[in-house]
T-cell receptor, first 115, second 114 residues
Framework: NAGVIQTPRHKVTGKGQEATLWCEPI?????VFWYRQTIVQGLEFLTY????????DSGMPKERFSAQMPNQSHSTLKIQSTQPQDSAVYLC?????????????FGPGTRLLVL | GDSVTQTEGPVTVSESESLIINCTYS????????LFWYVRYPGEGLQLLLK???AGQKGSSRGFEATYNKETTSFHLQKASVQESDSAVYYC???????????WGSGTKLIIKP
């Protein structure tokens, strides 16, 4: 079991460019979560998929951020027109079912730096 | 609102000494809070240390333990004798009724002095 895989591990973009972050959940897990971690805000929930369907995106910034899960083996987080304040570590997690008793397993994160 | 407050780090403890990292929570919109401790070791990703989903119960792992106290809304992490390998950042987290959205504390960096 390779665990949750996130690519790239590090990404540097210029202001105004697009950034796409990839997540491969643990095989057999039906729930995928995205979080963002910054020094100022700490760990923040962004969005959640269950069985590839978007369930809750209440943490996603309304503009420029979007997430998709086109198949059960990967999810993407896309940031359009990146801004310096988007610099953060983006964490992806998966869990067997997304239920109350399920443990979320985290990937190593993608460190995004917007210059 | 719902929130988690934990001991501000860094916390420095000598090897073989005892440790407590405080965690208190507010769960105004959650009927049945679930409580978690996650840990991030240097160079590694976040991983679950222990979880407790029933008030009054105690969770334990790797010599750490934490008791879910509904009366004091606390979930303090304790260890009787720390080791150098325990150096890491520890996060207390609160899960909701559906558990899918975790609410996190700010993290506590633990430094173990040899």
């Amino acid at each position: 079991n390779a665990g949750v895989i996130q690519t790239p591990r590090h990404k540097v973009t210029g202001k105004g460019q697009e950034a796409t972050l990839w997540c491969e959940p643990i095989s057999g897990h039906s729930a995928v979560f995205w979080y963002r971690q910054t020094i100022v805000q700490g760990l923040e929930f962004l969005t959640y998929f269950r069985n590839q369907a978007p369930i809750d995106d209440s943490g996603m910034p309304k503009e420029r951020f979007s997430a998709q899960m086109p198949n059960q083996s990967h999810s993407t987080l896309k940031i359009q027109s990146t801004q310096p304040q988007d610099s953060a570590v983006y964490l992806c997690a998966s869990s067997p079912g997304g239920g109350r008793r399920d443990t979320q397993y985290f990937g190593p994160g993608t460190r995004l730096l917007v210059l | 609102g719902d929130s988690v407050t934990q001991t501000e780090g860094p916390v420095t403890v000598s090897e073989s000494e005892s440790l407590i990292i405080n965690c208190t929570y507010s769960a105004t919109s959650i009927a049945y809070p679930n409580l978690f401790w996650y840990v991030r070791y240097p160079g590694e990703g976040l991983q679950l240390l222990l979880k407790v989903i029933t008030a009054g119960q105690k969770g334990s792992s790797r010599g750490f333990e934490a008791t879910y106290n509904k009366e004091t809304t606390s979930f303090h992490l304790q260890k009787a004798s720390v080791q150098e390998s325990d150096s890491a950042v520890y996060y207390c987290a609160l899960g909701g009724d559906s558990n899918y959205q975790l609410i996190w504390g700010s993290g506590t960096k633990l430094i173990i002095k040899p």
